[in-house]
């Protein structure tokens, strides 16, 4: 099993940045891919990004292209997604998720482990 805890959400006024942390523990050794989703009320989980322990290559939805990015420190089994110019639409509960999986990453299905969410909320 692998356990994966999000911490670093918050409240912040548009325009603003944020960085969200993502701990694993466990089997982490089983995993390769680290993602990033979110999930706004009444609204499915959507992909962010994803970055891989080995070499750390990144994968982006177009909506954060450019504005998100995912990094990784291995010793610390630790991934981070820093947020600049936050948008009141990316306001969501993000979630960190593991997979040992190299394709189709955008699917949360591929996932099968998850952390708690925590929230973002960027306001106007």
Known sequence: QVQLIESGGGL??????????????????????????????????DFVGAIRWTGGSTLYA???KGRFTISRD????????????????????????ATAVLVELGLSEKYPYWGQG????VSS
């Open 118 to 121: 925590t929230q973002v909320t």
């Open 62 to 64: 177009d909506s954060v």
């Open 12 to 45: 912040v006024q548009a325009g603003g940045s944020l960085r969200l942390s993502c701990a694993a523990s466990g089997r982490t050794s089983s995993t390769r891919v680290m993602g990033w989703f979110r999930q706004a009320p009444g609204k499915e989980r």
């Open 74 to 97: 291995n010793a610390r089994n630790t991934v981070y997604l820093q947020m600049n110019s936050l948008k009141p639409e990316d306001t969501a509960v993000y979630y960190c998720a």
